[in-house]
């Protein structure tokens, strides 16, 4: 243990454990982080994608409107998305905000694969190629997730509604 003594005008200070002290709350920061990544990596572990008929359920002959973060040509913006899933499998597209470069609505089809994987092909966005994404529910929402593990939007469950609203 190292002892110091810090001299004040009315006499003096001693801290005796100054260095424990420091190695204490760094093995509790270390101990919490460590139980915050358990955490984190259990409730991960938990979460599977929607199956097929879950995902059905969730986008046919609805609405949909995303928060404010999207992901357009592989690139995430800050714009909401509003979309129509129709049963026949066409889907209707809008931005809130046109994008520098490209359309602000757009049209295109949409089938769910017997994983429960979301594909859309679009008339012009996404370079008119089949994009698909996992949906995962969570409590209050639906998470969107691509093929590389990667955020895509967020659609809360307040914003699916029956019906086609564009």
Do not use: H
């Not at 889907?91 to 089938?111: F, H, R, S």
């Not at 092909?121 to 995962?136: H, Q």
Request: with cysteine; proline share 2%; glycine share 8%.
């Amino acid at each position: 243990m190292i002892e110091n003594t810090l001299n004040r005008s009315k006499g003096s200070v001693k801290i005796d454990s100054l260095s424990t002290f420091k190695e204490s709350r760094m093995k509790k920061l270390i101990f919490a982080f460590g139980l915050l990544s358990l955490s984190a990596y259990s409730y991960a572990a938990a979460l599977s994608p929607m199956n097929k008929s879950q995902t059905q359920n969730a986008l046919s002959d609805k609405t949909i409107t995303t928060i404010s973060a999207v992901t357009l040509d592989g690139k995430i913006i800050s714009d909401s998305f509003t979309g129509y899933f129709g049963k026949d499998g066409k889907v209707a597209g809008k931005l809130a905000n046109k994008p520098e470069d490209g359309p602000q609505t757009d049209a295109g089809t949409w089938k769910v694969k017997p994983n429960g994987m979301v594909c859309v092909t679009w008339e012009k966005w996404n370079d008119a190629k089949e994009k698909c994404v996992s949906f995962y529910k969570l409590s209050n929402s639906i998470l969107l997730v691509n093929n590389n593990k990667g955020f895509e939007s967020l659609i809360l469950d307040d914003q699916i509604k029956t019906g086609n609203l564009m």
